[in-house]
């Protein structure tokens, strides 16, 4: 598998306590490439696991990459942030929206479903995402 990682899903796999633990390393088994990912959510990360080392520990070997450059994609990323004011998103979900624009073929392996529903790419395409289920 292959997708572009959001906050969420990183602290669940992190996180043996996690109530989505075992989604998490379930699609983490499932991993056939590095999960692409933005600074934003690994800074969310490391606040919400209270570890640097366990972070970065996952770019090192090659779990995570990160695979986006807010420079270059402030314009469009100040773009996402107007759309969407009413939702209050934070600046991982602006730049996992704008991730998912460039790396279009890739799902975003979320646990915040109810957003990625609503957030759309280009426009008006729906993000593909994947979730652990329901119930």
């Known amino acids: 598998m292959k997708g572009i990682a959001d906050t969420g899903f990183v602290v669940a796999f992190l996180n043996c306590h996690d109530r989505h633990h075992a989604w998490a390393d379930e699609i983490g088994m499932q991993i056939s490439d590095p999960l692409l990912t933005c600074e934003a959510v690994l800074a969310e990360t490391v606040f919400q696991v209270d570890s640097v080392a366990e972070v970065l520990g996952l770019v090192q070997e090659g779990f995570l990459q990160v695979a986006f450059d807010l420079r270059g994609n ?51 395409e729906v993000i593909p995402i994947v979730c652990p289920p329901r119930g």
Do not use: H, Q
């Not at 402030?74 to 602006?94: K, N």
């Not at 998912?100 to 280009?122: G, H, I, K, M, Q």
């Open 74 to 124: 402030l314009g469009e990323v100040l773009e996402l942030a107007e759309r969407y004011r009413d939702r209050t998103p934070d600046l991982a979900d602006l730049c996992l929206i704008r991730m998912s624009e460039l790396y279009d073929r890739l799902p975003v392996l979320t646990v915040d479903e109810a957003n990625f529903r609503v957030y759309r790419r280009n426009k008006r």
